[in-house]
């Protein structure tokens, strides 16, 4: 009788689904994958929300491979949430004694990954990229590995949150504020400006994903910022110092 | 010319201003725009829509009312928020 062989398969919570992450072999990159991911890693379940091919068959390096794998995965998360909770490009940290979470959208490339790991030395990490919010305001954990640029690589080094320090996230979070970066080498200091709510769904929308598929989308953010507080523009040229605004403003952790 | 708004994702009205979804496309609209819009919920004619803005913001002193009311839907059906209806539909 002959045996059936399934193929090496990783089970991981994103959101609050579960998604199953399916390899051609138990080589390096799946050696590697278990290193970048196993914090995230659950039980194997009968309710996967979809699973996620990683055999493909290319001449990638590792590295590619393992940048391509952290797409794949963020957008099967993506996908997991459409239609039905509010997805920000965004990172986002909690406090782990309370659980209110700040949530800092950006677009690509100005600062949304090293700020998250500033403030993730001391408070709890949810994401670097992608953050899922329900229409009643709980921000629901993507916490996957930090794509760190590093000096003269063209591909990001993905990196676990663990190897970084940052602190795993408490179970329930909610939103507290959720801020705008706008990040300008010539800017001094950092300065707030609070937006009016539809200048906000104007700058906010573009940094969304799926918004049209979410039945009333845009009320939706209204009704979550009606009750946290309005969506802030944030300006800053340097981390560190908005790092320590923040850090006050989440307060708790030291 | 006969108009009705477009099949966008969500219509949020703030005050007398307001936001559409188009897809992921969000564009804000002042508060004229946002009045024809209102209306525009069924079809509606140039004229309608000249009545309704005359009702509710007066009738401008130096102004073709129907050129202007004409102007702003031709930029709305630009922009996908509100179509054309033609002859059948």
């Known amino acids: 009788m ?10 991981l919570r994103v959101l609050d689904r579960v998604i199953a992450v399916e390899f051609g072999a138990r080589d390096q990159f799946f050696a590697e994958m278990h290193r970048l991911w196993g914090h995230m890693q659950v039980a194997p379940t009968e309710e996967c929300a979809e699973t996620v091919p990683m055999n493909w068959d290319t001449d990638r390096n590792l590295g590619e491979s393992l940048s391509l794998a952290t797409h794949e995965i963020t957008y099967a998360a993506i996908r997991a949430g459409k239609g039905r909770l509010v997805l920000l490009h965004a990172g986002a940290v909690a406090n782990p ?12 490339g100005t600062g949304k990954t090293t700020l998250t790991r500033r403030l993730g030395q001391r408070f709890g990490y949810l994401s670097d990229e992608t ?9 629901l954990p993507y916490p996957k590995p930090l794509s760190i640029r590093e000096p003269g690589q063209d591909v990001k080094r993905e990196t676990p949150p663990g190897d970084l320090g940052l602190v795993p996230a408490p179970e329930e979070c909610w939103l507290q504020s959720i801020l705008y970066l706008d990040r300008d080498s010539r800017h001094e200091g950092v ?10 769904l104007g700058v906010i929308t573009a940094e969304t994903s799926s918004l049209g598929s979410l039945p009333a989308g845009l009320r939706a953010i209204a009704d979550l910022v009606a009750a946290t507080r309005p969506i802030r523009l944030c300006e800053y040229s340097e981390s560190a110092d908005l790092t320590e605004v923040l850090a006050g403003e989440l307060g708790g952790a030291t | 010319m006969i108009v009705t708004r477009a099949r966008f994702s969500d219509f949020l009205v703030v005050g007398d201003e307001s ?15 946002t009045a024809v819009v209102q209306a525009a919920e069924v079809p509606v004619s140039i004229t309608h829509l000249a009545d309704v803005l005359e009702q509710r913001f007066g009738r401008p002193a130096s102004l073709d009312l129907d050129a202007a009311v004409l102007g702003v839907v031709k930029e709305l059906v630009a922009e996908g928020v509100l179509t054309e209806v033609v002859d059948g539909e």
């Open chain 1, 2 to 11: 002959r045996k059936t062989v399934s193929a090496p398969t990783m089970h």
């Open chain 1, 131 to 139: 953050v899922a919010i329900t229409q009643n305001g709980r921000v």
């Open chain 2, 19 to 33: 936001g559409v979804l188009l897809n992921s496309r969000f564009i804000h609209l002042g508060q004229i725009a």
């Open chain 1, 97 to 108: 004694e309370t659980g209110a979470t700040l949530v800092c959208v950006a677009r690509g």
């Open chain 1, 191 to 200: 300065t707030f400006t609070e937006l009016d709510l539809l200048t906000a």
